[in-house]
Nanobody
Framework: QVQLVESGGGLVQVGGSLRLSCAAS????????MNWYRQAPGKERGLVAS????????YYADSVKGRFTASRDNAKNTVFLQMNSLKFEDTAVYYC?????????WGQGTQVTVSS
């Protein structure tokens, strides 16, 4: 079965950096686009970044463009989200996601808290 396990979250100061990882299993990782979403308290879950299969084309939400970078290692079935210049408003639970067979699969999420 599809499994997604995020790691790398934590507490970081404004302006700092974190690197999230998502280890995937149960499907042919290299064949699927991978997504990062986030959900802040009281807000809806929203798409942060996507990285395609193949050449790894990327998409970023306007709020993170220029600060976040998605990448993938198909040999290790892992997708990453490098987050730089973090802001208070980046505080959220970050989720890894894949759409496969008409279904969306989610990891358990990893908390990112940005403080002063």
């Amino acid at each position: 079965q599809v499994q997604l396990v995020e790691s790398g979250g934590g507490l970081v100061q404004v302006g700092g950096s974190l690197r999230l990882s998502c280890a995937a299993s149960g499907f042919i990782f290299s064949s699927y686009a991978m997504n990062w979403y986030r959900q802040a308290p009281g807000k809806e879950r929203g798409l942060v970044a996507s990285i395609s299969s193949g050449y790894g084309s990327t998409y970023y939400a306007d709020s993170v463009k220029g600060r976040f970078t998605a990448s993938r290692d198909n040999a290790k079935n892992t997708v990453f989200l490098q987050m730089n210049s973090l802001k208070f408003e980046d505080t959220a639970v970050y989720y890894c996601n894949v759409h496969r067979g008409g279904l969306g699969y989610w990891g358990q999420g990893t908390q990112v808290t940005v403080s002063s």
